[in-house]
């Protein structure tokens, strides 16, 4: 047999561009939303407690107002705006090879990782994604103890579905 190793161009190589991904579910904007007005309250009940702690004191409050207002205000702005960015840019590809997640608003990341480094998978709740009816898929690829993907944003039947799947996908691979 001869050893073959064509060259291939950059201008012929197919571009993420041409993935069409898969958005996650609509609830999960809803579930984004209510963890950032979640974490504005707490930092708004913060806030006020150290306000409230000064007034015993000497400190000049309106200082304090002057500085924290327009910080809490920026930070939350920011946290909603970031929310719904990062919602809108955010989906997911399975291919015939690997599974395609991209995420981000300012920082942008596309993470590809082929079935055949896949350690194992698993699907994660937390308390607000199970509020709203929704699932995390996590994957694992080898040298390391956090998920290297994670997918939010599914329905517990769509991240079993998946889970079922990189699984027939892993042990397909292992054979070959």
Not at 36 to 55: K, P
Request: hydrophobic share 45%; aromatic share 14%.
């Amino acid at each position: 047999m001869e050893f073959k190793n064509d060259q291939l161009f950059s201008q012929e190589i197919p571009t993420l561009r041409e993935i069409h991904f898969e958005k996650v579910e609509p609830s999960y904007y809803t579930a984004r939303i209510s963890g950032s007005l979640l974490f504005s309250l707490i930092l708004a009940i913060v806030l006020l407690v150290f306000y409230w702690i000064g007034m015993d004191s000497d400190v000049d409050q309106s200082r304090f107002l002057k500085i924290a207002l327009p910080a809490y205000i920026l930070l939350t702005t920011f946290l909603f705006t970031s929310s719904v960015q990062n919602f809108r840019r955010m989906g997911y590809a399975i291919r015939e090879r690997d599974l395609v997640f991209k995420r981000g608003w300012l920082w942008t990341s596309n993470i590809i990782v082929p079935y055949k480094r896949i350690q194992h998978s698993e699907v994660y709740q937390n308390p607000i994604e199970r509020m709203f009816g929704l699932s995390k898929l996590k994957i694992y690829t080898a040298g390391g103890a956090s998920s290297d993907l994670s997918i939010p944003g599914l329905t517990p039947a769509k991240a079993e579905h998946l889970i079922n799947f990189i699984t027939i996908k892993t042990n397909a691979d292992e054979e070959e």
